[in-house]
């Protein structure tokens, strides 16, 4: 079999993709109930992403527990929801990536789940935008 050059490029294009296709890989599905939430504690506070991925998990559930109609208010909750997540995880069970890090890290990092949860933005973008806030406040990021 002859290699020609198309067939070349083809795999050059396919070669440079990967870890492209890596970086944009970091996708935190959701849980889908509590048993799952408990069971893959350790994947959801590995990351932002992970947190986000609670943050609307646990939205939904205060919503749809509480029967709130106002949407004003729902909003509130799903901005309050992250925030409170990170601190409590990292804070007070010292667990997660941000575990023994300042509070105004964790209230970063609280706010930029705030933003992927509530769909504003895309997790690498807030991821990006994060650590340099963190870096200009003067701390070094863990990387995830």
Do not use: C
Request: glycine share 10%.
């Amino acid at each position: 079999m002859k290699v020609t050059q198309i067939m070349k490029g083809v795999l050059l294009v396919f070669l440079l993709l990967i870890p492209f296709g890596m970086l944009i890989a970091h996708v935190v599905e959701p849980p889908t109930d509590v048993v799952d939430l408990v069971v893959r504690f350790d994947v959801f506070v590995a990351s932002l992403a992970g947190y986000a991925a609670v943050a609307i998990f646990l939205t939904g559930l205060i919503n749809g527990w509480s029967k709130i109609t106002k949407s004003w208010m729902k909003q509130v909750i799903s901005w309050v929801v992250p925030v409170i997540l990170v601190v409590v995880v990292s804070l007070i069970l010292k667990a997660g990536f941000l575990a023994g890090e300042s509070i105004i890290k964790i209230l970063i990092f609280g706010a930029g789940a705030g933003l992927v949860s509530n769909g504003i933005f895309d997790i690498g973008f807030v991821n990006t935008i994060v650590n340099w806030v963190v870096e200009k406040v003067g701390g070094v990021v863990k990387k995830e």
